[in-house]
């Protein structure tokens, strides 16, 4: 199962999110939830990039089938906000996956305080 986890300020806004395991619905190669959820993830993440333009704190593992990505603490105003668009979206695309393939995506929203 792959499990994506936001992590949310205590005010209400995405901080980042980690994206861990494999979904395990088929065969390396020929898993479509897997490959859905690497479209969302890395789409999120050069949106970051290309859309928002900065770069995230990102690190890929292809070995563990691990991806973290956070927002930089000193980001400005107007790029946090253009994040906050996009990572909610991410959120949205998440969701929207699990909501038929729970048994092979989790998704958790950690708050913070």
């Given at each position: 199962?792959?499990?994506?986890?936001?992590?949310w300020?205590?005010?209400?806004?995405?901080?980042?999110?980690?994206?861990?395991?494999h979904?395990?619905?088929?065969?390396?190669?020929?898993?479509?939830?897997?490959a859905?959820?690497s479209?969302?993830?890395?789409?999120?993440l050069n949106?970051?990039?290309e859309?928002?333009?900065?770069?995230?704190?990102?690190?890929?593992?292809?070995?563990?089938?691990?991806?973290?990505?956070?927002?930089?603490?000193?980001?400005?105003?107007?790029?946090f906000?253009?994040a906050?668009?996009?990572?909610?979206?991410?959120?949205?695309g998440?969701?929207?996956?699990?909501?038929?393939?729970?048994?092979?995506?989790?998704?958790?929203?950690?708050?913070?305080?």
């Amino acid at each position: 199962m792959t499990r994506v986890t936001f992590k949310w300020t205590g005010d209400g806004r995405i901080r980042g999110f980690t994206v861990t395991g494999h979904a395990g619905f088929a065969e390396k190669g020929e898993d479509l939830i897997c490959a859905g959820i690497s479209a969302v993830t890395f789409t999120g993440l050069n949106a970051l990039i290309e859309v928002a333009g900065f770069e995230p704190v990102y690190a890929i593992d292809a070995e563990t089938a691990q991806v973290e990505c956070f927002l930089p603490e000193d980001l400005p105003e107007v790029q946090f906000h253009i994040a906050q668009v996009i990572l909610a979206t991410v959120r949205i695309g998440f969701l929207g996956i699990a909501a038929e393939n729970s048994e092979y995506l989790q998704v958790i929203d950690e708050r913070g305080e």
